[in-house]
C-alpha cells in the first residue's frame, strides 16, 4: 500500500471540478478543500473526505481511494443541489486526470446520499467516488 499519491490525487481531482465550465456556470467559483467561514454562499461544493485502502501489486504500488465531495445548497428543494452534483460527477467520471505524482488508473462513481438538513442548513449531497492509483 501506499498513500503517497494522495495529495496528488486531491490535487487533480479539486482542478477537474473547480476548472468545470459547467460547474462554474452553477456556482461560480464556489469550491472549497474545507467547508468555507464567514457569510455562506447560496450552493457550494467541499472536496475532501478520503478512505485508502491498499492495493499494491507485483507491477506497482497502489491504494483505492473511496473520496466524498460534499454538495451543500440553502435552496428550498433538492434540484439546485442535484444539478450541481451531476455536473460534478460528469467531471470526474471516466475522465482521465493527470496526477503530478503516480497513475489514475481508473474513477469510478460509488455512491450519494442526498440529505434535508434542519433550518437554516438546507440541502446536503455526499457523493463518493472511487479512484484506483498506483505510484509508478
Same mark, same amino acid.
Do not use: C, W
Given at each position: ?18 476548472? !468545470? ?29 478520503? !478512505?485508502?485502502?491498499?492495493?499494491? #501489486? ?7 481511494? #473511496?473520496? *466524498? ?9 433538492? *434540484? ?6 451531476? *455536473?460534478?460527477? #460528469?467531471?470526474?467520471? #471516466? ?17 450519494? $446520499? ?9 440541502? $446536503?449531497?455526499?457523493? *463518493?467516488? $472511487?479512484? $484506483?492509483?498506483?505510484?509508478?
Amino acid at each position: 500500500m501506499t498513500y503517497a499519491v494522495s495529495s496528488a490525487l486531491q490535487s487533480a481531482v479539486f482542478g477537474a471540478v473547480s476548472g !468545470n465550465l459547467a460547474l462554474q456556470a452553477l456556482i461560480g467559483a464556489d469550491v472549497f478543500d474545507q467547508p468555507p467561514s464567514g457569510v455562506l454562499p447560496l450552493t457550494y461544493v467541499v472536496v475532501g473526505e478520503e !478512505n485508502v485502502q491498499p492495493r499494491s #501489486d507485483i507491477s506497482a504500488n497502489g491504494a483505492v481511494h #473511496d473520496l *466524498t465531495i460534499s454538495v451543500f445548497s440553502d435552496a428550498a428543494g433538492f *434540484t439546485a443541489a442535484k444539478d450541481v452534483a451531476v *455536473t460534478i460527477s #460528469d467531471a470526474l467520471v #471516466d475522465v482521465p486526470l493527470t496526477l503530478a505524482r503516480g497513475r489514475l488508473v481508473s474513477m469510478s462513481f460509488l455512491r450519494a $446520499r442526498a440529505k434535508r438538513g434542519k433550518a437554516p442548513d438546507g440541502r $446536503r449531497i455526499d457523493l *463518493t467516488f $472511487r479512484a $484506483r492509483v498506483e505510484d509508478i
